[in-house]
């Protein structure tokens, strides 16, 4: 049976992931039930992005879908590698929408690498 981490982990270390992992995943719930609502500050900002002011719900729904998809074990890696390249889609309209650093998004994807790195090192690549 597949798991959200691996066996060769010691306990500390995945308990550790599985926090750090959780935080992020519940700001992107958030933010897509946000979206989905169609809340007035979240409509703001998409106004403000050129030609997605009406795919407000369908970005929230896309949100909801990957966090699924990264939580259920059999497809965790797939929902890993989406999230990621989301987040940098999310970066993006971070930097149109308000300009400079996009702080939020950094710390969401880096708390997402860094907790999913932590369960399973070898997505990786690295031997960590």
Do not use: C
Not at 25 to 30: A, F
Not at 36 to 57: C, D, H, I, R, V
């Amino acid at each position: 049976m597949k798991k959200l981490h691996e066996e060769e982990i010691g306990k500390i270390r995945r308990i550790a992931g599985y926090v750090i992992s959780a935080m992020p995943s519940l700001m992107i719930i958030m933010a897509g039930i946000t979206k989905l609502t169609g809340t007035e500050e979240m409509a703001q900002n998409f106004a403000k992005l050129p030609n997605w002011e009406n795919s407000m719900q369908l970005i929230g729904g896309l949100e909801l879908t990957l966090i699924f998809l990264y939580w259920i074990p059999k497809t965790m890696n797939m929902g890993f590698f989406l999230l990621l390249g989301f987040m940098g889609g999310a970066l993006l309209a971070e930097v149109i929408i308000n300009g400079g650093i996009p702080v939020p998004a950094i710390i969401i994807t880096t708390l997402l690498y860094v907790g999913t790195m932590l369960r399973k090192p070898s997505l990786s690549g690295l031997d960590i």
